[in-house]
């Protein structure tokens, strides 16, 4: 098993900036991707960024240039730098770590942190 645990979270207002963390413990061989996404009340969860298994990264377009992923293999774990937020960016945000083990891919989530951007 794999557990994911995120913090960072919190208000902020526009314009200003949070780092989140997702540190990962337990079965954390053969990963094949980490990253983050996000969901807002009344939408689908989505893709923010995410590390591929060929060492790539991928960001959605919304948080181009305004996010960055990051990663200290060490620690194992993940960061999420979020600048100049925006209210469009109020959501929980969840850590996802996906794993292949021969044929099987296991996808694992966090509890997710709750971002609230607003003046």
């Known amino acids: 098993q794999v557990q994911l645990v995120e913090s960072g979270g919190g208000l902020v207002q526009p314009g200003g900036s949070l780092r989140l963390s997702c540190a990962a413990s337990?079965?954390?061989?053969?990963?094949?991707?980490m990253g983050w996404y996000r969901q807002a009340p009344g939408k689908q969860r989505e893709l923010v960024a995410a590390?591929?298994?060929?060492?790539?990264?991928n960001y959605a377009d919304s948080v181009k240039g305004r996010f960055t992923i990051s990663r200290d293999n060490a620690k194992n774990t993940v960061y999420l730098q979020m600048n100049s937020l925006k209210p469009e960016d109020t959501a929980v945000y969840y850590c996802k770590l996906t794993r292949v083990v021969v044929t099987t891919t296991y996808h694992y989530w966090g509890q997710g942190t709750q971002v609230t951007v607003s003046s």
């Open positions: 590390f591929t298994s060929g060492g790539s990264i």
């Open positions: 337990g079965s954390i061989f053969s990963i094949n991707g």
